[in-house]
């Protein structure tokens, strides 16, 4: 039995995004990825602490005002400490990066696979582009040098655009979710109907710190640097912010552009954003480990241990550390559409 209808998969085909309600169970996939972080921001406050960044570990807080409290008083957004990933340049052997057994159960979740096999079939790779962004109040979050929140709003892009040319044939979906309900308040995502069926566009380095745009981009503070694309690119007129109840999960294609809101609210925004492609096809970021997460021809291949999961993280960050730099970066700031 596939997961999606057929009305559900010709969504997705027409608008290049569906959202799916009441995918992810509370109790066994959520609250012990929550759970867990609560130990790894344990660790991060006694860390900070004994550094003496923070004159309090704030433990009597729970984990949304305890991590806002932390990152505003050590003037530092730490959110490399809970990532699963790494970041992309400047690794080194102590590079924190947190690949736990309950965040591999919700990477590795039936029902979340079985979403995943209607769109791109029973040959599931775990591709290693992923991340958890907690996001604290922007009132809150430590600026830069130049007033910018250190980790805000996510500027318009598709996901292809952040990924080497390696993946332009994959057939890359990402899925996205919130672990507490989200909406445009505490900074949704955004997302372009139809805009799967163009072309990958320009993204634009630093786009925004050079051209203050309107739409989103009204409340994306200068802080949402990075790859973006400039809004004359596509129809900004037609976005759509997807508000979003903890349990669901949003599908989209890599070319369907969307950004995230800024979070203007007085909690914090969490979510996890995954991609799979079908075994065998280039995931975009070679240097980073992906893994086998369901298939019907070789069952034996399939990752069901986490700690050889996390063990492959470390093997890659110890490799990567100190060795020659890469990019997952295919763009120029000299394009005439970055102008
Ligand atoms: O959650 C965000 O801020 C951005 C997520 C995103 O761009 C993605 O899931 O591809
Ligand atoms: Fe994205």
Redesign the pocket.
């Known amino acids: 039995m596939p997961a999606l209808t057929n009305e559900q998969i010709d969504h997705f085909e027409e608008y290049g995004f569906l959202k799916v309600d009441d995918v992810l169970d509370h109790e066994t996939v959520i609250d012990p990825v929550v759970e867990e972080y609560e130990k790894v921001l344990d660790n991060l406050a006694t860390t900070l602490y004994e550094k003496g960044s923070i004159k309090s570990k704030y433990q009597d807080l729970e984990f949304g005002d305890r991590v806002t409290n932390i990152y505003a008083e050590s003037g530092e957004v730490h959110n490399q400490y809970f990532d699963f990933s790494l970041p992309q340049g400047e690794i080194k052997s102590d590079t924190p990066f947190w690949a736990g057994p309950a965040v591999f159960n919700a990477l590795t979740d039936t029902r979340l696979l079985d979403l995943v096999e209607s769109l791109i079939g029973s040959e599931i790779y775990s591709n290693p582009v992923q991340h958890v962004?907690i996001?604290i109040p922007e009132d809150q979050c430590p600026k830069d040098g130049k007033g910018r929140v250190k980790f805000g709003a996510?500027p318009w892009?598709q996901?292809l655009g952040v990924v080497t040319e390696e993946a332009d044939e994959s057939d890359m979906l990402?899925v996205?979710f919130p672990l507490m309900n989200t909406d445009e308040k505490n900074?949704c995502?955004t997302v372009v109907p139809g805009s799967h069926r163009g072309e990958l566009l320009t993204h634009c380095p630093g786009y925004e710190v050079k051209n203050k745009s309107k739409d989103v981009s009204d409340n994306v503070p200068p802080g949402s640097f990075g790859l973006q694309i400039p809004d004359h690119l596509f129809d900004v007129e037609s976005s759509a912010p997807v508000p979003m109840k903890k349990g669901s999960v949003l599908l989209f294609t890599k070319k369907t552009v969307?950004a995230?809101l800024p979070n203007i609210s007085d909690r914090i925004r969490w979510?996890f954003?995954l991609r799979y492609n079908p075994v065998g096809q280039k995931t975009g970021r070679s240097v980073f480990p992906g893994f086998v997460a369901r298939s019907k021809l070789n069952p034996g291949e399939v990752l069901t241990n986490p700690y050889h999961w996390s063990k492959l993280w470390t093997e890659a960050r110890d490799g990567l550390a100190g060795a020659e730099q890469f990019s997952f970066q295919r763009w120029d700031t000299d394009d005439p559409a970055c102008a």
Do not use: P, V
């Open positions: 962004r996001k996510t892009h996901d990402t996205w900074g995502l969307h995230a979510s954003d």
